[in-house]
C-alpha cells in the first residue's frame, strides 16, 4: 500500500510540473492558455516601454482598448498587406479601463486574427493595468539601439493600404541616415499648417512625391528607431516633474492639450509631447505627397475612420467605405525623388533644402 501511494504521489507531482511547464496564467486577466499557442514570449510592465525578444523587418503596433468592430476593420485591411517576402510581427496591444476590466470581445477579435493570420506572427498583449493612450502610444515599442526594425504605429480605427510596408521600406532606404528625419507617416488626409491657425497644407509642388514637415502624422506614424528611444527616454525623465508641460503656445495643437488638461484627458494625447520633443530635436517627419504628384484620388496610404472614443463622440465622422482610395497598384514613378526636398515649418514657411547626391540624402 505504501508502494502504491508513493507512485501515486510521484505520478500526481510529475503531472503537476507538466501543467505548470506547458501552461501559462496570466494572472492580471485570469485566462489561461498554451505556451505552444503564444508566439509572444516576452512579458512588458505598464509604464515601461516594451523591448520585445526578436527583431522583425516590419513590426504593426495596434493600440486599441473597447472596439472591437473597429479593430476588426484595422485587422482586415492588415490582412491583405504585402509582405514582400519579409519577416513581419503585428502586436496588438488591449488597454485596461481605469478599473482594471479589459474588453472580453476586443480581445476575443484578437485572438481571432493571431489565429488565422499566416503572413507572420501575431502577438497579444493586455496592460497589466490602465495605461491611457498615452502609455499606449509611447511604451509599446522600444527598439533596439541602431535598430533596423521598421515599425508602424496604428490606433484601431486605422486602415492601411495593401502597399504601406513596401512604401515605408522604401522610405527607409532613402531617408535612414537623414540626420533630421525623425519618422515617416502614411497620414495624407487632415494634414494642417498648425501656426498660427489650422490651415490645410496645399502648396507643396506637385513635382514632389514627399515633402518633410514639422508635425508628427498619427494617422498611422513609423518612428525612426534611435529618434524613438531619446523620445521615450525624455519623456519618462520629464515627467517626473509634475510642473512640467510641453506647451508650444504658438500652436493651434496647444490649445487642443489645454482644452484636454481642463478635462483631466491631457493623457489621451501624445503627439503634444512627442512634438515638443521633436521641434526641440530639429527633427521632422516624412509625408506622403501622392495624390498631388499623381493627380489621382485612389493614392490614399491609410484612412482614419475617426470611430467614437476619446477624441470624437457620436458616430463615426466618416460614414462611407473610403477603402477603394486606398493605394492598391504600385507604380515605378512612385520611386522617383526630386533633386531637392524642402522642409516646412509649422506655418508652411519654407526652412531649407535636403540635396541629393548619389542616390543618398545629405
Known sequence: MKEFRKQAFLIGLTLIIIVILIVKVEWP?????FITNDPCLVQCTTGVPCQYPDEFDFRIIVLTFNRPESLRKCLTHIAKLYTLGDRVSVDIWIDRSKDGEVDDSTVTVSREFQKNWTQGQVCVHIQQRNAYLIGQWIDTWRPRENSHEIALILEDDIDISPLTYKW????NSKFRNVSDVGGYTLQMENVNYVKPNLRAVSNIPKTDNVFLYRLIGTWGYSPKPNEWRGFQDWFHEVRKDNTFKPY???????????????HGTSDSMCSMWSTYYFNKSNLFT?????????????????????????????QSWITEDKSYLLLSVWNSELEKFPEYLPRYDFDGSFVNKIAENNNTYL
Open 29 to 33: 486577466t485570469k485566462r489561461w492558455f
Open 168 to 171: 515605408l521600406k522604401l522610405m
Open 248 to 262: 508650444m503656445p504658438d500652436l493651434v495643437i496647444n490649445k487642443w492639450f489645454t482644452g484636454f488638461e481642463s
Open 286 to 314: 516624412v509625408y506622403s505627397n501622392l495624390k498631388g504628384y499623381t493627380g489621382q484620388d485612389n493614392m490614399l496610404l491609410d484612412i482614419n475612420r475617426m470611430e467614437p472614443g476619446l477624441h470624437y463622440n457620436g
